[in-house]
Structures are given as structure tokens and as C-alpha cells.
């Protein structure tokens, strides 16, 4: 498998409160975890940093004790509780920092299985054979007003609170996360990112660039799409893919 990224500030935010992280670990399995900051300019870089910090040693402790017999939902849980207490107990301390938190979208795959948690409206994606299928819900006011059908999901792009988040990592004690499991078969392509590119590209547009281009070519053209889009959020795109002529980075 190959993993690919790139995060971006876009064309208007003076900061990039997006951070994104992804590894290998001893026994071959691959993650990545992409998050979306926010609570001011520092408290939103904090808050998604301190994630993908948290994240990255929550593996490095566990990764070589993980198995076919490991509980791998439980564990996603468990790693992103650990860094919903970190950023919590940093907001706590620091009075600048208060009410800070972040998206994440935490993925792991592992023996031809994908593992995803999720908190907020950062989403993943999975591309396979020409078709592209949303794995994640949106924790957000909109989601739930298109769920209750009080507007349609085009209207969601476009609604005046659409930035109005439901679930969110560090601004309470715990967190709960959406959980999802797949199978990850070669050729497939697992895609996850922030809405600095979800609120720009709908599914068919996403659909479209994954049947144009592979790894770090297709990361680009993604980005490269937002921004001249408008570039209005930060954006940040992790594709982790099993295609063989993919270059690994």
C-alpha cells in the first residue's frame, strides 16, 4: 500500500488549523488521521496538532502488539478518546485555549480490512472500481437537517451554518467516534479529508478526479481544485491506495 497527502491554507485563512498524519506499522498495517482545528486561530492549531501528536504515539505504543485478534474498532476509539483527553486537559490549562477541538477522521487497514473513526465533518471516501462510496456521516447542524428532510443535501452546501459542527474532539471530557469497517481490496483507494475539499467537490466531481489520476498527481489536482474554487478553508487531503503502478512518497 502507498500513502499519499498534502495539506494547504488556501486562499483566504491567515493560518492552517488542518493537520494530517499517517504511518506504517511494523506489521504492515497503514494509518492516517486527518483533522480540522477550531476555537481562534491558535486554539485550532493547537487542538489539530495535539491530535495527530496523540495519534502518532498512541501507535507507536501499540503497533507492534497489534493482530488479526486485536478489537480494532475499540482500539480507534480508545486512541482518539486518549487524545480527546490531551486536548481537553490543554484548555483547561490555558485560559487562551478554552473551548478548542478538532475533526478527525482516523483510518487503519490491516489485512485486507479498513478500520475508520470519525468525529466531526471531516470525511473518507472509498474508490473502487470506478465507483466512489462516502463511508463517513457528518457530525454537523446541516446533516441533521437534511437526515430530518428539512433541506435537500445541495442546499447543505450552500446553507448559511453549514460550518455549525455537532461532534467534536476536545471540548468535553470524552468523545464518542462513528465507527466503520470494510473491506480493503487491492485496487481500491481510501480518500480522506477535510472540508477545505468536501465543500467544494460533491461526490461525482471526487469521483471523477480518482478515474483521472493516482497518487500524489490525484492529491494535487484535489487541492489545486479547492483553490481555485475559492480556497475559502484550509484544505488537507491523505490517500492511502493499493494500485500497483502508484509511487510510493
Known amino acids: 500500500m502507498n500513502i499519499f497527502g498534502r495539506t494547504d491554507i488556501g486562499a483566504v485563512r491567515s493560518s492552517n488549523q488542518d493537520a494530517y498524519i499517517s504511518g506504517?506499522?511494523?506489521?504492515?498495517?497503514?494509518?492516517?488521521?486527518?483533522?480540522?482545528?477550531?476555537?481562534?486561530?491558535?486554539?485550532?492549531?493547537?487542538?489539530?496538532?495535539?491530535?495527530v501528536d496523540s495519534i502518532s504515539?498512541?501507535?507507536?505504543?501499540?503497533?507492534?502488539?497489534i493482530s488479526a485478534e486485536t478489537d480494532f474498532p475499540a482500539l480507534l476509539q480508545q486512541i482518539l478518546n486518549t487524545a480527546n483527553q490531551r486536548i481537553f486537559e490543554k484548555a483547561s490549562e490555558t485560559p487562551e485555549l478554552a473551548g478548542m477541538g478538532t475533526t478527525a477522521v482516523l483510518a487503519l487497514i490491516f489485512q485486507n480490512r479498513c478500520y475508520i473513526a470519525h468525529v466531526g465533518d471531516s470525511?473518507?471516501?472509498?474508490?473502487r472500481e470506478?465507483?466512489?462510496?462516502?463511508?463517513?456521516?457528518d457530525h454537523s447542524l446541516v446533516q441533521e437537517l437534511v437526515r430530518l428532510g428539512e433541506i435537500t443535501p445541495e442546499q447543505a452546501r450552500t446553507h448559511p451554518r453549514r460550518n455549525v459542527i455537532t461532534r467534536v474532539v476536545g471540548v468535553a471530557p470524552a468523545v464518542e467516534a462513528d465507527l466503520t469497517m470494510l473491506d480493503f481490496l487491492p485496487g481500491d483507494v481510501l480518500l480522506t479529508c477535510t472540508d477545505g475539499l468536501s465543500g467544494y467537490a460533491?461526490?461525482?466531481?471526487?469521483?471523477?478526479?480518482?478515474r483521472k489520476y493516482k497518487g500524489q498527481d490525484l492529491v494535487?489536482?484535489?487541492?489545486?481544485?479547492?483553490?481555485?474554487a475559492g480556497g475559502a478553508?484550509?484544505?488537507?487531503?491523505?490517500l492511502v491506495e493499493t494500485r500497483s503502478n502508484a509511487t510510493e512518497v
Do not use: Q
Not at 123 to 127: E, K, S
Not at 220 to 228: P, Q, T, V
Open 57 to 65: 504515539s498512541s501507535f507507536e505504543e501499540v503497533g507492534a502488539s
Open 233 to 238: 478553508d484550509n484544505i488537507t487531503v491523505s
Open 202 to 210: 460533491d461526490d461525482e466531481i471526487l469521483a471523477d478526479f480518482m
Open 24 to 51: 506504517i506499522l511494523p506489521n504492515g498495517a497503514v494509518w492516517t488521521a486527518v483533522c480540522d482545528g477550531m476555537g481562534g486561530a491558535n486554539g485550532g492549531n493547537v487542538a489539530s496538532l495535539t491530535a
Open 220 to 228: 494535487d489536482h484535489l487541492l489545486d481544485f479547492a483553490l481555485e
Open 123 to 127: 470525511r473518507a471516501y472509498l474508490f
Open 130 to 137: 470506478g465507483k466512489l462510496r462516502r463511508l463517513t456521516e
